[in-house]
């Protein structure tokens, strides 16, 4: 598994509450990256880092915010969440030597938003 | 940006039939194709890649081509297994040495019949 963990696993909260989605990873991978997956839409990438305290925006990147403060954090953050933001979550780290667009996914969050 | 089409959505074969799911690419400079198996309730898995300077990659049995004339790849899966079932997603991306942003497909259902 890469050594990715996500959590929570499962997540119900209201519309315009804040919700923080967290990433942890254990072998120092530089790359980390925020999918979400929904029907008919395949994955699309949120935002992703490349290093402690470098983020960078992905193609579905509004109403999303992301830190990480150590190498092994990466956190998503849904400032006021939306019911349009109900979706499947995977983080990824890539390698960081050589082949480094393979990209190995963590577990994934439900989230719901009702 | 890179758009990734990918055909058919939904594939039913017996088992033992050959599968063939297709996908095309926008950017020119895209030199990057992965394909990712995902199981029901699992996160995405790498199966297979290939790169812009081979034109086709086997790995027991599955394989992927690439046209770059035409900007499309496809993957075979020969003698299929009950196992085989899952979405596959096609991806494409620009190796920069960097971060691996990747677009995928919208995926395939592949469904095998015994």
């Known amino acids: 598994d890469a050594g990715i963990t996500q959590s929570p696993r499962h997540k119900v909260t209201e519309t315009g509450t804040p919700v923080t989605l967290r990433c942890h990873q254990t072998?120092?991978?530089?790359?980390m990256y925020w999918y979400r997956q929904d029907p008919g839409h395949g994955l699309r990438l949120i935002h992703y880092?490349?290093?402690?305290?470098?983020?960078d925006k992905g193609e579905v990147s509004d109403g999303y915010s992301v830190s990480r403060s150590k190498t092994e954090d990466f956190l998503l953050t849904l400032e006021s969440a939306t019911s349009s933001q109900t979706s499947v979550y995977f983080c990824?780290?890539?390698?960081?030597?050589?082949?480094?667009?393979?990209?190995?996914f963590g577990s994934g969050t439900q989230l719901s938003v009702l | 940006g890179e758009n990734v089409e990918q055909h058919p959505s939904t594939l039913s074969v017996q088992e033992g039939d050959s599968a063939v799911i297709k996908c095309t690419y926008s950017d020119s400079a895209s030199n990057y194709f992965p394909w990712y198996k995902q199981e029901l309730g699992k996160r995405p898995q790498l199966i297979i890649d290939?790169?812009?300077?081979?034109g086709e990659k086997k790995d027991q049995r599955i394989a992927v081509t690439l046209n770059k004339t035409a900007k499309h790849f496809s993957l075979h899966i020969t003698e299929t297994q009950p196992e085989d079932s899952a979405v596959y997603f096609c991806a494409a991306s620009k190796s920069t040495g960097t971060a691996s942003k990747l677009t995928f497909g919208t995926g395939t259902r592949l469904q095998v019949t015994l």
């Open positions: 990824a780290i890539s390698e960081s030597l050589g082949g480094n667009e393979k990209l190995f």
């Open positions: 880092s490349y290093g402690v305290k470098d983020t």
């Open positions: 072998e120092n991978h530089r790359y």
């Open positions: 290939i790169r812009s300077n081979v």
